[in-house]
């Protein structure tokens, strides 16, 4: 309350405050004071009174003289404030009386010959004795003092209470006065405040207002004087600063002007400096383009020509120079994709794909890829994918097989003996996403700490030393982290020096729908029999085969396992045996041994083995029946295996290959390059294929050729002087609608590797593209798509009666066929025939894994290849059984399953019959 008093209001507060308690205290006290003496007057008063009444009735009251003592009593009334007046004799009778009665009348009065006095409110009485001594002075009033009667005089207060009040309203009015003065005085002291103080709040206002040439007057007093003086002080040195402020804004306002200019030349400048970085990205991207056509170049003349120099009969001498020159090559080219991929991801241009794949079909075929490789050290591969980690997901299955093979082919090179365990499982998931993590432990060498902080840096490898054994650009890693990181996760490493790394990635990937996988209904509820000596990759064989629905019983040995089959412990038989084995558990001179020591207890036997032992175990394979698979083993692979040996659908194809009708004609080609070795490859590669081929070395004889013939396909490569690939295609398609004719398909031969390379080659009128180096199954391939004519088709097959399985229409071996293919060359011949059975098993493995997974491309491919080699061998049946494949497979003709198990047996009959022969 009193913070909200003005100055005005605290002064009078602090003026009269003081002085209103000060005169209230003093009024107070001293009315009191006078009440109190006013008080004891009257009572002395009337003490005084009786006393001198007594000496005068005591002479009146022994003669009893009422006249007497009624004039006395009425004399006495006559005294101030005496009320009333009473005499009594000595016997207590009341001899006169003068005034009212007294107050209270009922009082009682005890009289004895000492004075009494009693006091009420209104009045005060008092008892006086008359003694004997009041008759006389004598020495008988010392002895004889006895009461001859008493006075009773009765005083009131009336008089001394209106004194009193009177007394207290004179110091009332005094002290309103002083008040009232006190107050004029501090109105008059707050008005002098008051003024000067409102004075002040104005010029404080305009101050405020920004009116800062205001000054206050003198104010009167010292202190106001100096406020004020104060004041006007700041308000100059505010206008002073505003006066420099305004001077600082004028000035800064021209240097930013001036600035403004300068950034506006700087933005030219920077936009000049812009375009000719991106004129210089540019130039850089042309430049990376230019130099990949220059290197895949010669590398196509140098990987071409080895191959077909590697067809010929040579020394070994010469045949180990020659796949030493061809590593080689792939190596320098494996390097040059691996720095493209990098300046793809440094530029920005790398785009992901978002597409469903199955997570386990992708690690276990990274594995199955990298086992040769694996198995040449005499190291395990293990894949361990947790049960409840999701399957179907969306994403980048290339890219993310890329980092996989990446990480598993670095941990497969940099350890020397033990295992790489390839793990995945599900960190975080909800019904949208997946938060995956796939690690890739090895027993290798390991990484220090200084190791592990170069590690993905790029060109650099945990060894830089000269002797390192290991090589590479060190771009790998690198781009696996660019590649999850754009995905959207992160790659890590934990490794100890001596014992190993464990390299993992960390992923969030959408979930996609579940893909129809086929279910082995035949195989739940069997008992299967599990052989591996190795603890981790029998686990993962038990959770693939218990994912079938089988029951597992795991055995280290084949002994322990021999003897469980014939003895099983709970009565129940044991149907199947999975036998992951490899020439030091078990030798495959005791294979065929062991095998019919399992059937003779109708137990039928699944083998795995790796790699590097598949051929010689697949020596003693001699029942059909028996199949022979190599690890790591995909989990569809196994179960298809375990499938086939309870009489599924593909272990008891029995139909004969039908033969295919040949072609009316081979295939008419224009190949087009300005790089003569090149031009000779393609020429050479496509005219062994059995096409006819026209070669020109510019986009001008191209044309006068489009011009002059007609062509089936038109083979044409990119960079070239004079005319261009895409300047001699846009000559040709103008050419072509002028002319009205159907347009001939155009396949470009490109050793880019952008990722718009093949957007701007459509754009420009061309229907394909092949990137060098380019082999002859490619050329195959893209003859077949665009042409629907096959290479080779053009030589019509010999009728003869077949050396294989009766009935069969076609000879499994032809060997006169052979030898015309080799041009009369039997070394050749028999070389040509060792290398396709040599490869025959492989090619039927990935021919049944892709027919497994219904992957027509890899179908296509796999079985093209194969097309391709039984054209330098004389197989004739199996060469019709491809071409029947091949082409039933490009129009997508449900027959093509049938054709299939035709290839299938095919390749087994050609296997069997080559171990007879």
């Given at each position: 309350?009193?913070?909200?008093?003005?100055?005005?209001?605290?002064?009078?507060?602090?003026?009269?405050?003081?002085?209103?308690?000060?005169?209230?205290?003093?009024?107070?006290?001293?009315?009191?004071?006078?009440?109190?003496?006013?008080?004891?007057?009257?009572?002395?008063?009337?003490?005084?009174?009786?006393?001198?009444?007594?000496?005068?009735?005591?002479?009146?009251?022994?003669?009893?003289?009422?006249?007497?003592?009624?004039?006395?009593?009425?004399?006495?009334?006559?005294?101030?404030?005496?009320?009333?007046?009473?005499?009594?004799?000595?016997?207590?009778?009341?001899?006169?009386?003068?005034?009212?009665?007294?107050?209270?009348?009922?009082?009682?009065?005890?009289?004895?010959?000492?004075?009494?006095?009693?006091?009420?409110?209104?009045?005060?009485?008092?008892?006086?004795?008359?003694?004997?001594?009041?008759?006389?002075?004598?020495?008988?009033?010392?002895?004889?003092?006895?009461?001859?009667?008493?006075?009773?005089?009765?005083?009131?207060?009336?008089?001394?209470?209106?004194?009193?009040?009177?007394?207290?309203?004179?110091?009332?009015?005094?002290?309103?006065?002083?008040?009232?003065?006190?107050?004029?005085?501090?109105?008059?002291?707050?008005?002098?405040?008051?003024?000067?103080?409102?004075?002040?709040?104005?010029?404080?206002?305009?101050?405020?207002?920004?009116?800062?040439?205001?000054?206050?007057?003198?104010?009167?007093?010292?202190?106001?004087?100096?406020?004020?003086?104060?004041?006007?002080?700041?308000?100059?040195?505010?206008?002073?600063?505003?006066?420099?402020?305004?001077?600082?804004?004028?000035?800064?306002?021209?240097?930013?002007?001036?600035?403004?200019?300068?950034?506006?030349?700087?933005?030219?400048?920077?936009?000049?400096?812009?375009?000719?970085?991106?004129?210089?990205?540019?130039?850089?991207?042309?430049?990376?383009?230019?130099?990949?056509?220059?290197?895949?170049?010669?590398?196509?003349?140098?990987?071409?020509?080895?191959?077909?120099?590697?067809?010929?009969?040579?020394?070994?001498?010469?045949?180990?120079?020659?796949?030493?020159?061809?590593?080689?090559?792939?190596?320098?080219?494996?390097?040059?994709?691996?720095?493209?991929?990098?300046?793809?991801?440094?530029?920005?241009?790398?785009?992901?794909?978002?597409?469903?794949?199955?997570?386990?079909?992708?690690?276990?075929?990274?594995?199955?890829?990298?086992?040769?490789?694996?198995?040449?050290?005499?190291?395990?591969?293990?894949?361990?994918?947790?049960?409840?980690?999701?399957?179907?997901?969306?994403?980048?299955?290339?890219?993310?097989?890329?980092?996989?093979?990446?990480?598993?082919?670095?941990?497969?090179?940099?350890?020397?003996?033990?295992?790489?365990?390839?793990?995945?499982?599900?960190?975080?998931?909800?019904?949208?996403?997946?938060?995956?993590?796939?690690?890739?432990?090895?027993?290798?060498?390991?990484?220090?700490?200084?190791?592990?902080?170069?590690?993905?840096?790029?060109?650099?490898?945990?060894?830089?030393?000269?002797?390192?054994?290991?090589?590479?650009?060190?771009?790998?890693?690198?781009?696996?982290?660019?590649?999850?990181?754009?995905?959207?996760?992160?790659?890590?490493?934990?490794?100890?020096?001596?014992?190993?790394?464990?390299?993992?990635?960390?992923?969030?990937?959408?979930?996609?729908?579940?893909?129809?996988?086929?279910?082995?209904?035949?195989?739940?509820?069997?008992?299967?029999?599990?052989?591996?000596?190795?603890?981790?990759?029998?686990?993962?064989?038990?959770?693939?085969?218990?994912?079938?629905?089988?029951?597992?019983?795991?055995?280290?040995?084949?002994?322990?396992?021999?003897?469980?089959?014939?003895?099983?412990?709970?009565?129940?038989?044991?149907?199947?045996?999975?036998?992951?084995?490899?020439?030091?558990?078990?030798?495959?001179?005791?294979?065929?041994?062991?095998?019919h020591e399992l059937e003779a207890q109708g137990c039928k036997a699944l083998i795995l083995c790796p790699t590097t032992d598949q051929m010689l175990y697949n020596q003693e394979l001699g029942d059909e029946h028996q199949q022979l698979l190599s690890k790591p083993i995909c989990t569809r692979q196994l179960h298809n295996g375990l499938w086939e040996l309870r009489g599924g659908r593909l272990a008891s194809r029995n139909e004969s290959p039908a033969p295919l009708a040949g072609q009316s004609r081979p295939p008419r080609l224009?190949?087009?390059?300005?790089?003569?070795?090149?031009?000779?490859?393609?020429?050479?590669?496509?005219?062994?294929?059995?096409?006819?081929?026209?070669?020109?070395?510019?986009?001008?004889?191209?044309?006068?050729?489009?011009?002059?013939?007609?062509?089936?396909?038109?083979?044409?490569?990119?960079?070239?002087?004079?005319?261009?690939?895409?300047?001699?295609?846009?000559?040709?398609?103008?050419?072509?609608?002028?002319?009205?004719?159907?347009?001939?398909?155009?396949?470009?031969?490109?050793?880019?590797?952008?990722?718009?390379?093949?957007?701007?080659?459509?754009?420009?009128?061309?229907?394909?593209?092949?990137?060098?180096?380019?082999?002859?199954?490619?050329?195959?391939?893209?003859?077949?798509?665009?042409?629907?004519?096959?290479?080779?088709?053009?030589?019509?097959?010999?009728?003869?009666?077949?050396?294989?399985?009766?009935?069969?229409?076609?000879?499994?071996?032809?060997?006169?066929?052979?030898?015309?293919?080799?041009?009369?060359?039997?070394?050749?011949?028999?070389?040509?025939?060792?290398?396709?059975?040599?490869?025959?098993?492989?090619?039927?493995?990935?021919?049944?894994?892709?027919?497994?997974?219904?992957?027509?491309?890899?179908?296509?491919?796999?079985?093209?290849?194969?097309?391709?080699?039984?054209?330098?061998?004389?197989?004739?049946?199996?060469?019709?059984?491809?071409?029947?494949?091949?082409?039933?497979?490009?129009?997508?003709?449900?027959?093509?399953?049938?054709?299939?198990?035709?290839?299938?047996?095919?390749?087994?009959?050609?296997?069997?019959?080559?171990?007879?022969?």
């Open positions: 309350m009193l913070s909200q008093l003005g100055i005005k209001g605290r002064v009078l507060l602090l003026t009269l405050l003081p002085t209103s308690l000060l005169a209230l205290l003093l009024g107070i006290y001293f009315t009191s004071m006078q009440l109190a003496d006013l008080q004891s007057q009257l009572l002395q008063r009337g003490q005084m009174v009786a006393e001198h009444l007594a000496p005068l009735t005591a002479p009146a009251l022994p003669n009893s003289d009422p006249a007497l003592l009624q004039r006395i009593a009425s004399k006495a009334l006559e005294q101030p404030d005496v009320r009333a007046v009473t005499l009594y004799d000595q016997d207590g009778q009341m001899r006169a009386h003068a005034g009212p009665n007294m107050l209270p009348q009922t009082r009682p009065v005890r009289r004895t010959d000492q004075p009494q006095r009693l006091t009420d409110r209104d009045t005060t009485r008092f008892i006086q004795p008359i003694l004997i001594s009041h008759l006389t002075l004598g020495e008988a009033a010392a002895t004889d003092d006895r009461p001859l009667g008493w006075i009773e005089l009765e005083i009131s207060h009336q008089g001394t209470l209106l004194r009193g009040y009177r007394s207290l309203f004179a110091s009332l009015m005094l002290i309103g006065a002083c008040l009232g003065v006190a107050a004029l005085l501090a109105l008059r002291m707050s008005r002098a405040i008051n003024v000067p103080l409102t004075i002040i709040q104005k010029g404080v206002a305009r101050l405020k207002d920004g009116d800062l040439q205001t000054r206050l007057p003198d104010l009167g007093s010292r202190e106001m004087d100096q406020l004020a003086a104060g004041i006007n002080r700041m308000a100059a040195a505010l206008q002073n600063a505003q006066e420099e402020l305004q001077h600082s804004i004028e000035q800064a306002t021209e240097d930013v002007r001036q600035n403004l200019e300068t950034i506006e030349i700087q933005n030219i400048e920077l936009d000049l400096a812009r375009k000719e970085a991106l004129e210089a990205s540019r130039i850089k991207s042309e430049f990376l383009a230019n130099m990949s056509h220059e290197i895949r170049t010669p590398l196509n003349g140098i990987l071409g020509f080895t191959k077909l120099l590697l067809r010929n009969e040579l020394t070994p001498r010469q045949r180990d120079y020659l796949q030493t020159i061809q590593k080689s090559a792939n190596n320098l080219l494996g390097i040059i994709n691996e720095i493209l991929d990098f300046s793809k991801i440094e530029a920005g241009k790398l785009v992901l794909e978002n597409a469903p794949f199955n997570l386990r079909d992708l690690l276990q075929d990274t594995l199955t890829m990298l086992a040769p490789e694996a198995h040449g050290k005499q190291l395990e591969l293990v894949c361990l994918i947790y049960r409840d980690t999701p399957q179907s997901l969306v994403g980048d299955s290339l890219r993310l097989k890329q980092v996989l093979t990446n990480l598993v082919s670095n941990a497969i090179k940099f350890t020397h003996q033990g295992t790489v365990a390839v793990r995945a499982m599900v960190e975080d998931e909800d019904d949208e996403r997946a938060q995956l993590r796939i690690s890739v432990s090895d027993t290798g060498i390991g990484l220090s700490e200084d190791d592990l902080r170069q590690l993905f840096h790029a060109f650099s490898q945990a060894d830089n030393s000269i002797s390192r054994q290991a090589g590479g650009t060190g771009l790998g890693l690198v781009i696996s982290k660019r590649l999850v990181e754009q995905m959207g996760g992160e790659i890590g490493v934990e490794s100890v020096p001596g014992q190993g790394s464990d390299f993992w990635i960390s992923i969030s990937l959408p979930k996609a729908e579940p893909l129809d996988e086929e279910t082995c209904e035949d195989l739940r509820g069997l008992r299967v029999a599990l052989l591996d000596g190795h603890d981790l990759a029998r686990q993962a064989l038990r959770h693939q085969l218990e994912d079938a629905g089988l029951e597992v019983l795991e055995y280290a040995n084949p002994g322990e396992l021999l003897e469980a089959v014939a003895n099983s412990p709970d009565a129940r038989p044991i149907e199947l045996t999975v036998l992951s084995i490899d020439s030091r558990s078990l030798p495959p001179e005791r294979l065929g041994q062991y095998l224009l190949c087009v390059d300005d790089n003569p070795a090149n031009l000779l490859l393609v020429e050479t590669l496509l005219a062994d294929l059995g096409a006819e081929v026209t070669a020109v070395d510019s986009g001008f004889a191209a044309v006068e050729q489009v011009r002059r013939h007609s062509f089936d396909l038109i083979f044409m490569d990119v960079q070239m002087p004079g005319m261009d690939g895409l300047k001699a295609t846009e000559v040709i398609r103008a050419w072509e609608t002028e002319q009205a004719r159907a347009q001939t398909p155009i396949v470009a031969l490109t050793a880019h590797a952008l990722a718009n390379e093949r957007r701007a080659l459509l754009q420009g009128g061309m229907d394909d593209y092949l990137t060098k180096p380019i082999n002859e199954h490619q050329l195959s391939q893209v003859v077949l798509k665009w042409t629907g004519l096959s290479l080779r088709g053009g030589q019509p097959v010999r009728p003869s009666e077949p050396a294989g399985e009766p009935g069969s229409g076609l000879p499994v071996l032809d060997s006169e066929e052979g030898l015309r293919l080799a041009a009369g060359k039997a070394d050749l011949a028999a070389d040509m025939l060792a290398m396709l059975l040599d490869s025959l098993n492989a090619d039927r493995q990935a021919i049944l894994i892709a027919w497994e997974r219904w992957d027509r491309e890899a179908l296509i491919e796999r079985i093209h290849r194969l097309h391709g080699a039984t054209r330098y061998c004389g197989v004739p049946q199996l060469r019709a059984a491809c071409q029947r494949c091949e082409t039933l497979l490009k129009q997508d003709a449900p027959e093509a399953h049938e054709a299939l198990e035709v290839l299938d047996e095919a390749i087994q009959r050609l296997s069997r019959t080559a171990v007879t022969a």
